[in-house]
């Protein structure tokens, strides 16, 4: 598939690629779509302790992926998906207040789903997202066709 172009952001992403082959994120035309996140610290890969900070965390390193895959961030996405091990109205609550400040001007498609385990050990949370960046992927494919001239 050579017309897709895949990444992963430095340290962690790199890391979950080389260890579990699959990338962060991937262009698909005007689309960026974003493997889940965790809590994790981005470049240590250490899952934070408390709940709460490993949602910010979360948040964080979805911010991160887009823009290591050439999109502006959380303003372009327009679906978010995420998997929680911890179902309480706290838990949720505090997600949604993430939603609310990383996307202060418009609200998202948004799944939740309860699950029993996650990929990572010790991880409760994982949020996958969906962009789109009309104007990211002309630079794009702008870059890919001097790349092969």
Known sequence: ????????????????????????????????????????????????????????????????NLKDAGGKGWSQVFRVNSYHTDMSDEALHYTVKNLKKWMPDHQPLFTCVGVTKLGIEGMRIEIEVSAYDEEGAEVSRKARAEKKQ
């Not at 430095?10 to 035309?29: D, F, I, M, T």
């Not at 996140?37 to 890969?45: A, K």
């Not at 490993?54 to 964080?60: L, R, T």
């Open 1 to 64: 598939m050579s017309t897709l172009q895949y990444y992963a952001y430095p340290n962690q992403g790199v890391r979950l690629r080389e260890k579990s082959s699959y990338s962060q994120a991937v262009r698909v035309g005007d689309r960026i779509e974003c493997a889940g996140q965790g809590g994790w610290d981005s470049t240590s890969g250490e899952m934070k302790k408390e709940l709460y900070d490993e949602i910010d965390q979360a948040f964080e390193n979805v911010d991160r």
